[in-house]
């Protein structure tokens, strides 16, 4: 079973930093796309980091300069590197791969994890 678990979240005050981490059931050998999403109450889920196959990265104003994707093959892990945090980064942070994973076999998935909360307090 193909499936991204997400952890690290939790509760920071303005200014902290936070890292949170994906880790893949299976060994993921092509992406086409993987990344960090979020959902505040109330709003949309919205992109806040992520990779493309080529290996550029892609980061929305909001966070730029603040925020850092990376990823290791080798502990089929994607991370997500907060510093210099507000209120306004509070939200569930899930994370996606859309790619080509190594499981009996390979096939293409988009795999999204079940979320891990950020609190940010003022």
């Known amino acids: 079973q193909v499936q991204l678990v997400e952890s690290g979240g939790g509760l920071v005050e303005a200014g902290g930093s936070l890292r949170l981490s994906c880790a893949a059931s299976?060994?993921?050998?092509?992406?086409?796309?993987m990344g960090w999403f979020r959902q505040a109450p109330g709003k949309q889920r919205e992109l806040v980091a992520g990779?493309?196959?080529?290996?550029?990265?892609h980061y929305p104003d909001s966070v730029k300069g603040r925020f850092t994707i990376s990823r290791d093959n080798a502990k089929n892990t994607m991370y997500l590197q907060m510093n210099s945090l507000k209120p306004e980064d509070t939200a569930v942070y899930y994370c996606?791969?859309?790619?080509?994973?190594?499981?009996?076999?390979?096939?293409?998935?988009?795999?999204w994890g079940e979320g891990t909360q950020v609190t940010v307090s003022s």
């Open positions: 996606n791969v859309d790619g080509i994973w190594l499981l009996f076999g390979t096939k293409k998935y988009d795999v």
């Open positions: 299976a060994p993921i050998l092509a992406i086409n796309v």
């Open positions: 990779i493309l196959s080529g290996g550029s990265t």
